[in-house]
């Protein structure tokens, strides 16, 4: 991708999933990356991966000082830092009637308030620097109901306005996007899921699979490129045709 050698970026919630793949591929890219997670083995696993890593970093993304002190230690690694990958998340399945007071809060500061205080510590460190791009990850939970992620699907169509309402007032200096996959194959999905329950899901999806984690990667690599110089203030949906003839409510 044009314009992605030798910039810098910092993936949330890096260690595993979606932000594994996306920190593997910034690295083919010739990015600079540093990774933060709340995940101690995940931590590991992912150094040893990757070993090319700029830093690898603890911080839950609901706590503030946890993100300034993460971001500032990342910045200071890498010289700065031009790109986010503002991608840190949690889902718990549970009925609607069923979500106790904790798990709406919990959802809810890690989903969307968290996408907030890393979006601003960076909005904030690009505007000075005088550019940058910012990712958000939402989810086709956004703006398609789905059973049983109550909270979930109310973070993540927080996290789509949000998206929208940076664009506006950081343009023209930061671009920031939102990427809203479908179904992927991660390990949170996995521990959600089971086998028949996959299969399941898989008959209502017009491609006939989950994506795989490398895929929305590439989504995420591009639009951080100066080939998407562009582009900015939307979501893009990558969900293998689920949601184009309303499938998802199936």
Known sequence: MKGLKGKSALVTGGASGIG?????RLLEEGCQVCVLDCDPDARKRIESELPGLAGVYEA????IDQ???AFA??????????ILINNAGISIRHPFTEITAEDWRRVLAVNLTGVFYVAQVAARHMLERGSGVILNTASTNGFMGYPYY???NASKAGVIELTRSMALELAPTVRVNAVAPGYVLTPMQRAEYTDEMLSEVNRKIPMGRHAQPEEIAGLFAFLASDEAAFV????FTIDGAETAGGLASR
Do not use: H, L, N
């Open 67 to 69: 993100v300034q002190t």
């Open 20 to 24: 594994a793949a996306t920190a593997k």
């Open 73 to 82: 230690q990342a910045g200071s690694e890498m010289g700065g830092i031009d």
């Open 150 to 152: 109550a909270d979930y």
């Open 232 to 235: 900015s203030g939307q979501v």
């Open 60 to 63: 839950d993304v609901a706590d």
